[in-house]
């Protein structure tokens, strides 16, 4: 293990090896006046994912684990839940069961442990289990399940005026809440998957009311479209780990001038899990493919970060 | 006429009264470090409805002359038009006829002028009208009838840290066109209406193709909706000009903390507009009583302003 330097090397938990020579190499071409490649501050727009490229998604995308906590902290108000599915399989731990509902038990727990509250209530929800819950196999915090050598590239690419936002197929408000002091990314800089809101005045107090309806989804040919609306700019570098980025590094690569796009690649089963395109969560299939032919830069997490998660250094 | 001393005075066209004097105790309040009112910069979010607030709104909100220009452009490729409502008004240059189909006929034509095109066409195509379309009494540039006193005031509050947004009825893709060079608000700082987009690749490059399906309106009780799904924190500042922004200053002053509403008052039949109650365009009723019964700030155009516009200096 080579000795941290901070001071000299902006990515000290990357290893020598190409990749990160690419960023570096991307990041002065795109900061060097009088180069022709040169981009304007206001133009350094950076995408990242975020379930698989700043955090760990397995064994399920955290935000379930969320869901599910949640369905137990209402089970006392939802007598009925006891002898209804999908509820009946989460309040038995019979994760296996609710999970073969598919998609429709899925979206109908999301939205009976999303909504119905206000945005203040709701925020202080996931701010209350975000520094409490504990992943299930590490045990640890999920705010500690971030990359370290993300961390830093983070930094490094603020340090270079660079704009970091998430366009992620997680929930908005869920990472507004925790993001910033996690990632240091601002709540104006988060895109993601949301429910319907309302304005209401309770009690003579304005509030935003949650309501149980979807009203985007972040992801696939949706992360282009939700980049375009909350920035109006095309991102110059796109980092993800799946499918789901696909359309996100295809919209982010044609624009003109310099682009780096960055595909995180699971291949480390001891330190982190080993997954792609059979994985459930986080499928990794056709953006692979296409990465490899269009020469994106894909990070094998074995062998390009000396550090995964902040705890190991 | 006083002399402008722009260097001693951040507002050299705001007359020397208390409402001059209101927006400048706020800023000093929430940017002097040590005071209990201080907000630190990152919470320094302000918000501005567009029409009536930063340019002017009559006879009729801009953007509709940019949609009726829009149907006489395509009425080649749409020969049915001729004989067909509202297009028929509209080509026969009956405005009127064609206000009185209401909010029907208005969303029809913009619905048809606004979509089925790429985001990028669509950009362009804002930017050749911006630049060359006339106001219909004044003969100026659309981008000509901003508010001078608004200019300063955005750039004094830019110079202190805030963070200036647009919260708009009007279109946001319409607005990010050109605000960036009009008002120094970058397209990540605009949050207003808009239908809905689809990403598609067409010949092998990936676009986002304007659909004609509304996605959000950013009015009335949208606009603290849009506020909090594109910013994600609660204004600090708002300012507004009809009853399309009560909630936002509803919203925006149900926050902890100090707070400033600034209400524009169009009192000014001589250098600009004057309506409030009874005007179909920017309507201004219920905000009005409730500025008063809240000791929100009331901008008076004519006593408040000594500049309009920015050709007067």
Known sequence: MKPISTQNDPLPSWNEDTNKKAII???KAVTTEDDKTYVP???????FDNDGTLWSEKPFYFQLFFALDRVKALADAHP???DQQPYKDILEDDIEGFLSGGMKALLEVVMATHSNTTSEEFEQIVLDWIVSARHPTTG???TEMIY????ELLEYLQANGFRNYIASAGGIEFMRAW???VYRIPPEQVIGSSIETKFEIQDGYPVLVRIPKLDFVDDHEGKPVGIHKFIGRRPILAMGNSDGDLQMFQWTSAGKGPRFIGLIHHTDNQREWAYDRESLVGKLDKALDEARQKNWTIVDMKTDWRIVYPWES
Do not use: K, S
Not at 41 to 47: G, H, S, Y
Not at 148 to 151: E, G, I, N, S, Y
């Open 25 to 27: 190499d991307f990041v």
């Open 41 to 47: 501050a206001l133009d350094r727009v950076a995408v």
């Open 80 to 82: 009925e839940w006891h």
């Open 140 to 142: 640890r915090l999920y």
């Open 148 to 151: 370290q050598p993300m961390l």
């Open 179 to 181: 993001v910033e002091d």
